[in-house]
Nanobody, 127 residues
Framework: QVQLVESGGGLVQAGGSLRLSCAAS??????????MGWFRQAPGQERDFVAA???????YYADSVKGRFTISRDNAKNTVYLQMNTLKSEDTAVYYC???????????????????WGQGTQVTVSS
């Protein structure tokens, strides 16, 4: 099985930055051929797409984060990152890392297309 562990969340002032990490692990697995994504869920809200990076390196972003967030991956470390800059209060949410083993959707923006999920890391942006 696959385990995803997010880290890097915390408290930050509006306009500040955070870098989230998601470490993927699994017996005998590498993750360079899989799409990885970030979703977020604010209190009382649905879990929404934030960003994804495909197996081929194509980047996808929600309109709300374009120009501010950058997703990247380090395949040698089986880790995906989300660099979040110019954070806004509306970015406050639990951020979840996800892995798509099956290339379910194109573009990979639907949560239903992801097979594995981390437990989330809280990002709180103070105003």
């Amino acid at each position: 099985q696959v385990q995803l562990v997010e880290s890097g969340g915390g408290l930050v002032q509006a306009g500040g930055s955070l870098r989230l990490s998601c470490a993927a692990s699994g017996r005998g697995r590498t993750f360079d051929t899989y799409t990885m994504g970030w979703f977020r869920q604010a209190p009382g809200q649905e879990r929404d797409f934030v960003a994804a990076i495909s197996w081929s390196g194509i980047l996808y972003y929600a309109d709300s984060v374009k120009g501010r967030f950058t997703i990247s991956r380090d395949n040698a470390k089986n880790t995906v990152y989300l660099q979040m800059n110019t954070l806004k209060s509306e970015d406050t949410a639990v951020y979840y890392c996800a892995l798509d083993l099956a290339r379910t959707f194109d573009p990979p923006t639907r949560l239903e297309g992801y097979n594995y999920w981390g437990q989330g890391t809280q990002v709180t942006v103070s105003s």
